[in-house]
Every structure is written in C-alpha cells, then in structure tokens.
C-alpha cells in the first residue's frame, strides 16, 4: 500500500462510480464494501487515516450493553451479530474479552445476571462466551486488586476487544487490494456540480505535495464523522446541523491496576453511564465520559471535570486506587451522534443508531454508528448510492471476507508483541532478522522495532511520525513519556529512509512534540487552567 501507486491511479480515471470522503471506520468501510462489489472507487482523508474518532474509541467491539437497559434491543442485536463477524474475519485483532461487574448488593447480582443472559441469547449462534454468575471469592481472584469491602457477587460476561486504527488500516489495504484507490492526507476544498446542481465531483488539495485536484465521481458519499456538517455546507450553507459531537476521554494505566486477563465494567456512574477499565496492549484504558462539544476539533482535550469524573469513579473500586501521577496517557475522541430533532443536550439519551442522509443535490452523509456496526452501515450506504446513481447492481460481500491480516491465533501480547500483524508477522520478523538496525527496538522498555517503522512506512502508508507512533503502533496513545523520548530517533530513520534532510526530521519532531503535550496528564491540566 503505497501512496505513490494510489496517486498515479488518478490520472487514469476520468469518472469514478464512488468518491468517498472520509478515512475513519465508515469511509473505509464502505470504500472496502464498494471495491468488493467492483465499482470504481476513490477514498480521499484530509489527514491520516482514523487520525480522528476512529483511533481513540474504548476499544470495544460490544452490542451495548446500555442500550439493552435503554430496550434498544434492535440496535443491540444488529451490533452483536457485527460483533460476531468481524471475530471471525478479522481475528488477528479481535479478542474475546472477559468482563466483570462486581456487584455490592444481592440484588444486583441476580439483577445483572439476568439482563446478561439476555444479551447472550440475543447473539445467538455468534455467541462468544457465556454469562457466569461468580461468587465473591471468585471475582477477587479474577480482579486482584479489587477492593472487596462489602463485595457479594460478581457477573462475568463476554464482549470483543479489538485494536482500532489497525483495523483501519487493514479495511484500507484491503480495498486497494480489491480495486479501489485510497488517499491519506488529501482535503477536500469544494464540491462541484453538473447544470442541474446535482453533485458530481470534489477538488482536492494534495497536502504533502500541494498539488490541486478535481474529479468526477457518479455519486459522493460524505463519510467525515464529527465534520460531516463541514462538507454539507459546502452544498447548502444553510442547511440544517445533523451531527452532534459528543467527547469520551480515556486514562491509560499500568497493566499492574488490572493485572488479570479480564476487565471491568462499572455499571452505573454518578452520571448514569457505565465506565470501564480494560486490558490493551499490556496496559489498562479506563474509560469513558460522555459530554457535549459545541465544536468539533481533530485533537480534542480532556476537561479536568472529566478527568476528575473518571478518577471519582473509579478510585473506590480499588484496594490502591491509581493517583494522576500514575496515568501514562490520556486521550480524547468525539463521536459524531446523529443530532435529534429536539436539541436535546443530554448525551447519554441521544441515539448511538447511524443516519444516512441525501441531499438534493445528491450527496450521501452518513451520521452517527459506531466502530462495531461499520461493516453493516457500510452495507446500506452502498446500496443507497446504487439506487441513487442507477449503478449496476451488485450484491454486498464483507459478510465473509477475510480482511488484509486475516489469520487464526491466539492473542498473547506477552509471547508475540506484534501479533496485530496477522499474517503479515513472517515479513516484519524478517526485516528485523535480516538486519541489525531494523531489529533495533525504538524504546528501551518496548518490543517496537524500526523494522516496523519501516514497514509502516512501505506498506502502510505512514506519511508521518505522528502516523507511525499513534497509529502504526500506538506508541503516543499507551505512553506519552516514551513516544516522545522515541520521537527523534524515528524522525530520523525515517528521513534517511526517504532521502528528507535534517531540517524535515526536526520539523516532524516539532509537530509530534506539539500534539503528544495533549496526551501528557500534566498538560492537560495546566491547559484547563490557561
């Protein structure tokens, strides 16, 4: 997947059947969807790809298990059955996560217990695990470090843990892999339109090279997230808001607050809401808020209110509750929920189900979803751009394909660190065999080697050192500290890699160090103070 071939790709179209806009989980999705039906298709991301919501979710691939308190039981039943799917076509990035509720009451035990097995029973013959009714002794020897005062029971059930920008890149490789043509860092400046003031095509600036284009595309598909209002308006200046941004924050932890295999789900907040902590990569992500943002921006800041609400939340749960000074990261995300038409500000009540959206000028937004249900949402938004452009029709496929890494493992970061190649693990372990300096970690106190640095950079399309060390691996997201002690060392492999000069190397630097200062707890609260 190299940027180079996509872009000579475009000289040699002169009208796609699709142009999507947008490389988060829906765009890439429906770019992977559309390929596979063999349309002619464009994806164009004005940054990198899942730079924004896509790579800073909980990490979960679950049905919603507020959303069956909430009677959503369609929704939940759709997102289980996607839930079920994607284990099976991509399981070098699914894991089958255990997760336990303790409960400090009798009745909250059976409570739980109950409603669970009704979330089984609704994934039906994509079940992944069992609901357990767990004594307390037992909940204490899965959750060592749970504070057992008063504990009586616990509920262990089962939900999909996965790694989100990796499958974001995977989606992507494998729709070029299957016809399409796939752009990171192209933004789009303007939609043009026929005589009639139908859609028919972007101009788009080329942010690495500068250069301008325009194509022609049979239909366009708005795939922006939290900035789907921002190309609409393009269109219609004066049409109305659809997206409502709504900011979860997330603290990343030692692996020594949750040293077990499973994770915790805290039920009900003092807001309401469930909250997390989850083992990932070797380490624990708590999480999540859930607050309204009135604008929208690429790299969203934590409030100390919701920081303050995580650690209000948590600590009581915990024999050592974790202090600031222990958290390793902190990162911010905004889910783009489908705005209701009576402006409520509650977010919690607002609806998690996706919109698809055309124009009368044609163009098609897609608005609200979530990462576990891309694939089906993916699904309807090509068939509605088959109806609407009259294109061939051409049934949907990703229901069983295998997406780019696809491989049969089991998941034990602490025997094989770079098992989320997949497939492609062979060729990285190559490259670090066949030569001492690709074989070199990055960091001291992680397994990250520049022989992934370079494979990110040759078949991932990884323009950047924020690309390589957020999203490639997710260095920035799980310890802020050693990303940046790491940022020069992979600033300047990656220049000479691509024959940059010294001044490019500093430049990337610079620009790391001006966005990981958002991932340093300390930053953030000095930022909330300005």
């Not at 909980?58 to 289980?80: D, F, M, P, S, W």
């Not at 900011?247 to 692996?255: P, S």
């Not at 509750?321 to 919690?348: H, I, S």
């Not at 991932?460 to 997201?477: H, K």
Request: a neutral charge; one cysteine or more.
């Amino acid at each position: 997947m190299k940027r180079a071939d996509q872009l000579s790709k475009l000289n040699k179209t002169n009208e796609w059947d699709i142009i999507i806009i947008g490389g988060g989980a829906s765009g890439l999705g429906t770019a992977l969807d559309a390929a596979l039906r063999g349309y002619k298709i464009l994806l164009v991301e004005a940054s990198d790809f899942a730079k924004g919501t896509s790579s800073r979710s909980t990490k979960l691939v679950h049905g919603g298990v507020r959303y069956l308190a909430q009677g959503n039981i369609k929704l939940v039943k759709e997102a289980l059955r996607e839930r079920g799917l994607l284990a099976q076509n991509a399981p070098h990035l699914f894991k089958n996560q255990s997760f336990i509720i303790p409960n400090y009451s009798l009745w909250n035990g059976f409570f739980y217990y109950f409603g669970l097995s009704i979330y089984d029973f609704l994934a039906g013959k994509l079940s992944i695990g069992k609901t357990k009714f767990l004594s307390a002794k037992s909940t204490s020897e899965h959750l060592s470090t749970l504070d057992t005062t008063k504990l009586k029971s616990g509920v262990l059930y089962h939900d999909g843990q996965f790694d989100d920008a990796r499958l974001a890149i995977n989606l992507a490789q494998s729709a070029i892999e299957n016809g399409g043509t796939i752009l990171n860092y192209c933004k789009v400046n303007k939609l043009t339109s026929s005589e009639r003031n139908l859609i028919n095509g972007i101009e788009f600036t080329d942010q690495i090279s500068g250069k301008q284009y325009t194509v022609k595309g049979k239909v366009i598909i708005n795939a922006t997230g939290v900035f789907t209002d921002e190309i609409m308006s393009m269109e219609d200046k004066n049409h109305l808001k659809t997206v409502v941004a709504s900011q979860g924050i997330h603290l990343v932890f030692d692996k020594s607050f949750l040293p077990g295999t499973s994770a915790l789900m805290l039920p009900k907040t003092s807001d309401g809401r469930v909250l997390f902590a989850v083992p990932w990569h070797n380490k624990v992500i708590v999480g999540t808020t859930d607050v309204l943002i009135e604008k929208a921006r690429i790299e969203p800041i934590a409030s100390q209110d919701e920081i303050d609400f995580i650690f209000e939340n948590i600590n009581h749960y915990f024999k050592n509750p974790p202090t600031k000074n222990d958290v390793l990261a902190v990162f911010a995300g905004l889910r783009p929920l489908a705005a209701p038409k009576d402006n409520q500000k509650n977010t919690k009540e607002v609806s998690r189900s996706h919109k698809i959206i055309t124009s009368k000028g044609g163009l098609i937004s897609i608005v609200g979803g979530k990462w576990t249900t891309y694939r089906q949402m993916a699904e309807e938004i090509v068939n509605q751009a088959i109806s609407l452009a009259s294109l061939p029709q051409k049934n949907c496929v990703t229901q069983d394909f295998k997406i780019h890494g696809y491989q049969q493992q089991t998941i034990d970061e602490s025997k094989n660190p770079i098992y989320f190649y997949g497939s492609d693990q062979a060729k990285i372990q190559q490259l670090q065999d066949s030569n001492s300096e690709l074989g070199k970690k990055i960091h001291p106190n992680y397994d990250y080697t520049f022989a992934q640095v370079l494979w990110a950079m040759e078949n991932e399309m990884a323009e950047t050192v924020e690309d390589i060390l957020a999203r490639r691996i997710r260095l920035l997201f799980l310890d802020t500290q050693s990303a940046i002690d790491s940022v020069a060392r992979v600033a300047e492999f990656m220049a000479n890699h691509l024959g940059k000069n010294e001044n490019w190397a500093k430049e990337q630097t610079a620009q790391f160090l001006s966005t990981a200062k958002n991932y340093l707890l300390v930053d953030y609260t000095a930022n909330n103070h300005e």
